[in-house]
């Protein structure tokens, strides 16, 4: 449908943002995650891909440390982000999630104005020394979520009242305004209409320059279209990582082969 | 017939519709249930609810109307004379139905025959020992009048009961064969049947509205009642409660209101941040072992009675306020019992209100606005204060607002814990009392049910019910306007 390859760039760094190796999640006794090793570069979007419950969410949410909030559910093995491990005992999972961003399968705008849901983030980090700075970063957030255009005129109309696509690049919007060196995204556009899928995916694609983004996605186009790197997870491995191109067209493992091609999954 | 039996009777006639319902429907289809519109046992019940249903309406509404009916006949047998000086309609219409339950009982125990009760007469038999013997006590002695009537009391109860049981079963039966004639294999019993539950369901919501506008009602003909002999404007603008039931009394509504505003805005002080704080730890902070053990526990403080509360605030709280602030300590407090006390007691019982209603707001805030601000690198206390409050605020609001509804209405604390002085005073540690305690010691007196001192009881009724009614439609106006949409 959108095949047209909009913005097919190499990757063009070989930097690692995060790497992780010999990874292991449990959820009680599930074990979620198996030896998963991975390098995430950065300045590059890398999607997960594979079926629904292989894992791909789960291993997500631990380079931010977001299963911390649930009870049950344990992590081994070693995550560095920029050499430094982030389940160190003196890494504050606050400060953390700080630095690596997330947006959600759902967009989950709070129940404030336009305004405020962006100027959260900057305001409980102190990244604004007076008002005027605080518009600025806002308008600029705003600017890089693509969605600026759409909402100044209206900044303290409740953000619940935008549509579902606009909602998500309010929370894209909301996530970068925190300057996060690394941004999270867990299916962001599941839930959204083909029109609003192709506005994220180009702004997938702008926030490459600054960040490295790491995107869960059931579609493999969207996949194809917007990444650099790709995984393959399958029942909680990590089967096959690699350059997107490779990855879809010269697939190594034969499941990865399967699923691409729709005989798994 | 006993009213007993009729139900019995009613709901045999209904068990034997539906098997007759039922029946007729498989044998109507050849035995073959797959012809039938419905399954067989929605005819029976199509039946037995035509059954029940006309003949239980027809039995309550001449439960209700007969009294009238035989009230007002006997009353008619009265004439002018047989009233007492000093007495009225209403003490000899008593008089006449002790004398007419006072026959009924003679003839079950065997000391009258059914004819001589009809037949006896003052002149002939002393009616007085005789129904004293059957244990009914009549204070005075029976005129022939109060005879007569109690006679035509009794009469006129035995037929409308006998009518009561030919129509009540008489349409049982009418509405059970027209069931049975409809019950054919095409006849929509399933959709018939939704219908009547729909019905009854309807009924009993309509019951629950109906008797609220009759309390309203009650109280507002009392009401009127009170401003036709006591000015309103005495009501609401004297700053004096000084009743005396010789006649005379000052009624002001003002240090009442006071009483009661002060009371429970202590009594909100102290709930609200207890139970908001202990819902905020319950529903983000606590593990679920401890949760399932402390919620419990927490909602364990609104099941104990009021009167409870109402001695832990006399036997306890009093006195360990009095031991501070009273003449030994600070020198501000003359009695165990004052606002602060009654205050601090009613918190108590409120915090559990407070606590459970926002614990279960606070838990419908969905997951994903929190993962939203711990994602964005937001602690915990910051999500809750930025986020989930504000999203909750106003399920909290509603939450405040029932409970001050429950500490402007509460009683029992007031009266063991407050005091009964009707004061103007800004001193929390004064004895004061309020609008509800001086309802129950204007009612329970021997006063005159026509003076103004027992009447301004209904209109002290109609004032708080009216805050309540104004509070919930503010607590609705809040939750209407700030309310969210989580889709």
Same mark, same amino acid.
Request: net charge negative.
């Given at each position: 449908?959108?095949?047209?390859?909009?913005?097919?760039?190499?990757?063009?760094?070989?930097?690692?943002?995060?790497?992780?190796?010999?990874?292991?999640?449990?959820?009680?006794?599930?074990?979620?995650?198996?030896?998963?090793?991975?390098?995430?570069?950065?300045?590059?979007?890398?999607?997960?891909?594979?079926?629904?419950?292989?894992?791909?969410?789960?291993?997500?949410?631990?380079?931010?440390?977001?299963?911390?909030?649930?009870?049950?559910?344990?992590?081994?093995?070693?995550?560095?982000?920029?050499?430094?491990?982030?389940?160190?005992?003196?890494?504050?999972?606050?400060?953390?999630?700080?630095?690596?961003?997330?947006?959600?399968?759902?967009?989950?705008?709070?129940?404030?104005?336009?305004?405020?849901?962006?100027?959260?983030?900057?305001?409980?980090?102190?990244?604004?020394?007076?008002?005027?700075?605080?518009?600025?970063?806002?308008?600029?957030?705003?600017?890089?979520?693509?969605?600026?255009?759409?909402?100044?005129?209206?900044?303290?109309?409740?953000?619940?009242?935008?549509?579902?696509?606009?909602?998500?690049?309010?929370?894209?919007?909301?996530?970068?305004?925190?300057?996060?060196?690394?941004?999270?995204?867990?299916?962001?556009?599941?839930?959204?209409?083909?029109?609003?899928?192709?506005?994220?995916?180009?702004?997938?694609?702008?926030?490459?320059?600054?960040?490295?983004?790491?995107?869960?996605?059931?579609?493999?186009?969207?996949?194809?279209?917007?990444?650099?790197?790709?995984?393959?997870?399958?029942?909680?491995?990590?089967?096959?990582?690699?350059?997107?191109?490779?990855?879809?067209?010269?697939?190594?493992?034969?499941?990865?082969?399967?699923?691409?091609?729709?005989?798994?999954? | 017939?006993?009213?007993?039996?009729?139900?019995?009777?009613?709901?045999?006639?209904?068990? %034997?519709?539906?098997?007759?319902?039922?029946?007729?429907?498989?044998?109507?289809?050849?035995?073959?249930?797959?012809?039938?519109?419905? !399954?067989?046992?929605?005819?029976?019940?199509?039946?037995?609810?035509?059954?029940?249903?006309?003949?239980?309406?027809?039995?309550?509404?001449?439960?209700?109307? /007969?009294?009238?009916?035989?009230?007002?006949?006997? &009353?008619?047998? $009265?004439?002018?004379?047989?009233?007492?000086?000093?007495?009225?309609?209403?003490?000899?219409?008593?008089?006449?139905?002790?004398?007419?339950?006072?026959?009924?009982?003679?003839?079950? /125990?065997?000391? $009258?025959?059914?004819?001589? =009760?009809?037949? $006896?007469?003052?002149?002939?038999?002393?009616?007085?020992?005789?129904?004293?013997?059957?244990?009914?006590?009549?204070?005075?002695?029976?005129?022939?009048?109060?005879?007569?009537?109690?006679?035509?009391?009794?009469?006129?109860?035995?037929?409308?009961?006998?009518?009561?049981?030919?129509?009540?079963?008489?349409?049982?039966?009418?509405?059970?064969?027209?069931?049975?004639? /409809?019950?054919?294999?095409?006849?929509?019993?399933?959709?018939?049947?939704?219908?009547?539950?729909?019905?009854?369901?309807?009924?009993?919501?309509?019951? =629950?509205?109906?008797?609220?506008?009759?309390?309203?009602?009650?109280?507002?003909?009392?009401?009127?009642?009170?401003?036709?002999?006591?000015? %309103?404007?005495?009501?609401?603008?004297?700053? &004096?409660?000084?009743?005396?039931?010789?006649?005379?009394?000052?009624?002001?509504?003002?240090? !009442?209101?006071?009483?009661?505003?002060? +009371?429970?805005?202590?009594?909100?002080?102290?709930?609200?941040?207890?139970?908001?704080?202990?819902?905020?730890?319950?529903?983000?902070?606590?593990?679920?072992?401890?949760?399932?053990?402390?919620?419990?526990?927490?909602?364990?403080?609104?099941?104990?009675? &009021?009167?409870?509360?109402?001695?832990?605030?006399?036997?306890?709280?009093?006195?360990?306020?009095?031991?501070?602030?009273?003449?030994?300590?600070?020198?501000?407090? /003359? =009695?165990?019992?004052?606002?602060?006390?009654?205050?601090?007691?009613?918190?108590?019982?409120?915090?559990?209100?407070?606590?459970?209603?926002?614990?279960?707001? +606070?838990?419908?805030?969905?997951?994903?606005?929190?993962?939203?601000?711990?994602?964005?690198?937001?602690?915990?206390?910051?999500?809750?204060?930025?986020?989930?409050?504000?999203?909750?605020?106003?399920?909290?609001?509603?939450?405040?607002?029932?409970?001050?509804?429950? %500490?402007?209405?509460?009683?029992?604390?007031?009266?063991?814990?407050?005091?009964?002085?009707?004061?103007?005073?800004?001193?929390?540690?004064?004895?004061?009392?309020?609008?509800?305690?001086?309802?129950?010691?204007?009612?329970?007196?021997?006063?005159?049910?026509?003076?103004?001192?027992?009447?301004?009881?209904?209109? $002290?009724?109609?004032?708080?019910?009216?805050?309540?009614?104004?509070?919930?439609?503010? =607590?609705?106006?809040?939750?209407?306007?700030?309310?969210?949409?989580?889709?």
């Amino acid at each position: 449908m959108y095949d047209s390859p909009l913005r097919k760039t190499e990757v063009d760094t070989n930097a690692s943002k995060i790497s992780a190796r010999d990874v292991q999640v449990y959820y009680g006794d599930t074990h979620a995650i198996k030896d998963v090793n991975v390098e995430i570069l950065d300045k590059t979007v890398t999607a997960f891909i594979g079926p629904s419950g292989c894992g791909k969410s789960t291993f997500l949410r631990t380079l931010n440390r977001m299963n911390d909030t649930i009870d049950i559910c344990r992590v081994e093995g070693l995550i560095e982000l920029d050499g430094e491990d982030i389940y160190d005992k003196r890494v504050d999972p606050v400060q953390l999630r700080a630095k690596v961003g997330m947006v959600f399968q759902k967009p989950n705008p709070f129940p404030k104005s336009i305004y405020d849901n962006v100027a959260y983030g900057p305001r409980i980090h102190g990244l604004a020394k007076n008002k005027a700075e605080l518009d600025e970063i806002v308008e600029k957030a705003l600017r890089r979520g693509a969605i600026w255009n759409e909402v100044k005129d209206r900044l303290d109309a409740p953000g619940t009242g935008l549509s579902g696509g606009q909602q998500q690049r309010l929370c894209i919007a909301r996530a970068v305004a925190t300057e996060p060196e690394v941004l999270l995204m867990d299916e962001p556009c599941s839930a959204l209409d083909p029109i609003a899928t192709s506005q994220v995916e180009e702004l997938i694609d702008e926030l490459r320059e600054n960040y490295s983004v790491v995107i869960v996605t059931h579609s493999m186009q969207q996949a194809a279209r917007v990444s650099q790197k790709t995984a393959f997870f399958h029942l909680g491995n990590l089967v096959e990582y690699g350059d997107t191109s490779q990855i879809f067209t010269n697939p190594v493992d034969p499941r990865t082969e399967s699923y691409i091609t729709g005989r798994i999954g | 017939m006993p009213v007993l039996w009729l139900i019995l009777i009613v709901l045999a006639l209904a068990v %034997a519709g539906y098997v007759a319902g039922r029946t007729r429907a498989i044998s109507g289809a050849g035995d073959d249930r797959r012809a039938l519109h419905s !399954l067989p046992s929605y005819y029976g019940w199509n039946v037995a609810m035509k059954v029940m249903v006309p003949a239980f309406l027809a039995l309550i509404l001449w439960l209700i109307a /007969q009294p009238f009916m035989v009230n007002t006949k006997a &009353t008619s047998l $009265l004439p002018e004379t047989a009233i007492p000086e000093g007495s009225t309609i209403g003490l000899v219409m008593s008089d006449v139905r002790r004398v007419a339950d006072g026959l009924d009982l003679a003839v079950e /125990q065997g000391l $009258l025959s059914a004819g001589e =009760a009809s037949e $006896l007469s003052v002149t002939g038999s002393d009616v007085r020992g005789t129904l004293g013997s059957a244990g009914v006590a009549v204070g005075t002695e029976i005129t022939p009048e109060v005879l007569a009537a109690a006679q035509s009391y009794r009469a006129t109860n035995a037929t409308g009961n006998l009518l009561r049981a030919i129509v009540v079963i008489g349409l049982a039966l009418l509405g059970g064969a027209l069931a049975l004639a /409809q019950t054919k294999p095409d006849f929509r019993a399933r959709n018939s049947v939704e219908r009547g539950i729909r019905g009854i369901l309807v009924g009993a919501a309509s019951i =629950a509205i109906l008797t609220t506008i009759g309390i309203v009602l009650s109280l507002v003909f009392n009401t009127i009642e009170f401003f036709r002999i006591y000015p %309103a404007s005495e009501f609401f603008g004297s700053f &004096t409660w000084a009743p005396s039931f010789g006649g005379g009394s000052e009624l002001g509504i003002w240090p !009442l209101l006071w009483g009661t505003l002060y +009371i429970s805005f202590i009594a909100l002080l102290v709930s609200v941040p207890i139970g908001l704080f202990a819902a905020v730890y319950l529903s983000e902070y606590a593990g679920p072992k401890f949760r399932s053990v402390a919620k419990p526990a927490l909602e364990l403080l609104a099941g104990i009675p &009021t009167i409870v509360y109402g001695l832990f605030a006399l036997l306890t709280v009093g006195p360990l306020l009095l031991s501070v602030f009273g003449r030994d300590g600070l020198g501000w407090m /003359q =009695a165990g019992t004052a606002v602060m006390t009654a205050g601090l007691v009613m918190g108590i019982m409120l915090i559990p209100f407070v606590s459970s209603l926002s614990d279960d707001i +606070i838990n419908a805030v969905p997951q994903s606005l929190r993962d939203g601000s711990y994602g964005l690198g937001a602690t915990k206390s910051e999500t809750i204060k930025q986020v989930i409050l504000p999203a909750a605020l106003p399920g909290i609001v509603g939450a405040v607002l029932l409970a001050a509804s429950r %500490a402007i209405g509460e009683t029992m604390i007031v009266v063991m814990g407050a005091g009964a002085a009707a004061r103007l005073s800004l001193n929390p540690f004064d004895a004061m009392t309020t609008v509800t305690a001086k309802i129950v010691s204007q009612l329970t007196g021997d006063a005159d049910f026509a003076s103004p001192e027992a009447l301004v009881a209904f209109a $002290l009724g109609m004032t708080l019910f009216v805050m309540t009614l104004g509070l919930n439609v503010f =607590a609705l106006y809040i939750v209407r306007k700030y309310r969210e949409q989580y889709d």
